[in-house]
């Protein structure tokens, strides 16, 4: 069974960094996309960053374009972890940051299915 924990979550304050990172356990080989998906108060979840399974990582990245240039999502496929840094984060960056896992490829800055959830980790933007 998939499972996927976060970590790395805390506060930080604005144009600040941080790192989240998720492990991946249950399965036998990397064969998944990975995305990042987050939930401010009060909104809709949204997948702001996806990586496809590649055997040497080399897997493209998207963004959604509320991150672009801003976080960077990598993987370590033979750790079965993935990786999303954070940099120049700002105020409405704040929100529980969930990775998912399934399917093989992304769709845009979401994998092209989903499999199962983390439980999330809480990232606070403030001053």
């Known amino acids: 069974q998939l499972q996927l924990v976060e970590s790395g979550g805390g506060l930080v304050q604005p144009g600040g960094s941080l790192r989240i990172s998720c492990v991946v356990s249950g399965v036998t080989y990397g064969y998944y996309a990975i995305g990042w998906f987050r939930q401010a108060p009060g909104r809709e979840r949204e997948g702001i960053s996806c990586i496809g399974y590649s055997i040497n990582n080399s897997g493209e990245p998207y963004y959604a374009d509320s991150v672009k240039g801003r976080f960077t999502i990598s993987r370590d496929s033979a750790k079965n972890m993935v990786f999303l840094q954070m940099n120049n984060l700002k105020l409405e960056d704040t929100a529980v940051y969930y990775c998912?896992?399934?399917?093989?490829?992304?769709?845009?800055?979401?994998?092209?299915?989903?499999?199962?959830w983390g439980q999330g980790t809480l990232v606070t933007v403030s001053s």
């Open positions: 998912a896992a399934g399917g093989s490829s992304c769709s845009g800055s979401v994998p092209n299915a989903v499999d199962a």
